[in-house]
Nanobody
Framework: QVQLVESGGGLVQAGGSLRLSCAAS????????MGWFRQAPGKEREFVAS???????TYYADSVKGRFTISRDSANTVRLQMNSLKPEDTAVYYC??????????????WGQGTQVTVSS
């Protein structure tokens, strides 16, 4: 049984930082991309960032480029360092894994989500 478990969400003031972590179990994700989607109240889920274990390539949504950094510590762990947070970053953040994790994909595996709230 595959599980993705997120940690690290919380409440932070605008301009602050948070780091999200995700640990996957149940299979090896060395040939999978891992990353993050988010969903703000009243909005659709959107792609945030992804990382490929083989090759080390990373991808970001335009809205977070230069502020967020995704890292892959192992085939089954992924982190998201979020700096210079803005109120519009407030959302539930989901750890995801799939053959492809990108703006136009629906990853195979999803975590339960962790709340990130940025106050102005």
């Amino acid at each position: 049984q595959v599980q993705l478990v997120e940690s690290g969400g919380g409440l932070v003031q605008a301009g602050g930082s948070l780091r999200l972590s995700c640990a996957a179990s149940g299979r090896t994700f060395s040939d999978y991309a891992m990353g993050w989607f988010r969903q703000a109240p009243g909005k659709e889920r959107e792609f945030v960032a992804s990382s490929n274990w083989r090759g080390g390539s990373t991808y970001y949504a335009d809205s977070v480029k230069g502020r967020f950094t995704i890292s892959r510590d192992s085939a089954n762990t992924v982190r998201l360092q979020m700096n210079s947070l803005k109120p519009e970053d407030t959302a539930v953040y989901y750890c995801v894994a799939g053959r492809s994790v990108a703006v136009d994909t629906i990853p195979n595996y999803w975590g339960q989500g962790t709340q990130v709230t940025v106050s102005s």
